[in-house]
T-cell receptor, first 115, second 111 residues
Framework: NAGVMQNPRHLVRRRGQEARLRCSPM?????VYWYRQLPEEGLKFMVY????????ESGMPKERFSAEFPKEGPSILRIQQVVRGDSAAYFC?????????????FGAGTRLSVL | TQLLEQSPQFLSIQEGENLTVYCNSS?????LQWYRQEPGEGPVLLVT?????EVKKLKRLTFQFGDARKDSSLHITAAQPGDTGLYLC???????????FGKGTKLSVKP
């Protein structure tokens, strides 16, 4: 999983600020998934993106959260007006797609703390 | 309601012992993955099982997918301290790759 790069590793924000989490997939992978892991909870799917397209955002909260995967550059998960309940570890996974979408390689995650 | 139930939640054993952890569901999955996660890191993929009844071996680890593709088990032979970690199972439903994770089994192997 070392090939999937996430930054920052740790992010501290005050309530009401914005958080931007970045994910660069493994070389050759064009499918990106974002998951959230709350303390003592399993990972929960948030959103699935391909280059310039959101394929499935059924796990994203309806407000304040957005994601993109532009033609150039990393995928971005953006959380506006953060609240304490947003504190969690956010993981990005990439996949070669096609017939291997279930083969996902995870980054080390971004740990968001909201004060 | 947790779609994938993992048991036991915690397991502490001595080096050299054998163990089995379980991943159960009432739902059918098109594939099931096992990951290991260490503190402060992301999950690392161990294996993917696809066919009902499939058995895969990875050194001292043996993975089995239930005949009905609703459950799976992971057996570790002669556990070592390096096996310590959180073992997660994840099931794929449909074809989009959205994985549903269990809460994991936290394994501690003492020397």
């Amino acid at each position: 999983n070392a090939g999937v790069m996430q930054n920052p590793r740790h992010l501290v924000r005050r309530r009401g600020q914005e958080a931007r989490l970045r994910c660069s997939p493994m070389k050759g992978h064009s499918h990106v998934y974002w998951y959230r892991q709350l303390p003592e909870e399993g990972l929960k799917f948030m959103v699935y993106l391909q280059k310039e397209n959101i394929i499935d955002e059924s796990g994203m909260p309806k407000e304040r959260f957005s994601a993109e995967f532009p033609k150039e550059g990393p995928s971005i998960l953006r959380i506006q007006q953060v609240v304490r309940g947003d504190s969690a570890a956010y993981f990005c996974a990439s996949s070669p797609g096609l017939l291997a979408k279930n083969i996902q390689y995870f980054g080390a995650g971004t740990r968001l703390s909201v004060l | 309601t947790q779609l994938l139930e993992q048991s036991p939640q915690f397991l502490s054993i001595q080096e050299g012992e054998n163990l089995t952890v379980y991943c159960n569901s009432s739902s059918v999955f098109s594939s099931l993955q096992w990951y290991r996660q260490e503190p402060g890191e992301g999950p690392v993929l161990l294996v993917t099982v696809v066919t009902g009844g499939e058995v895969k071996k990875l050194k001292r680890l043996t993975f089995q997918f239930g005949d009905a593709r609703k459950d799976s088990s992971l057996h570790i032979t002669a556990a070592q301290p390096g096996d310590t970690g959180l073992y997660l199972c994840a099931g794929e439903r449909g074809s989009q790759g959205n994985l549903i994770f269990g809460k994991g089994t936290k394994l501690s192997v003492k020397p």
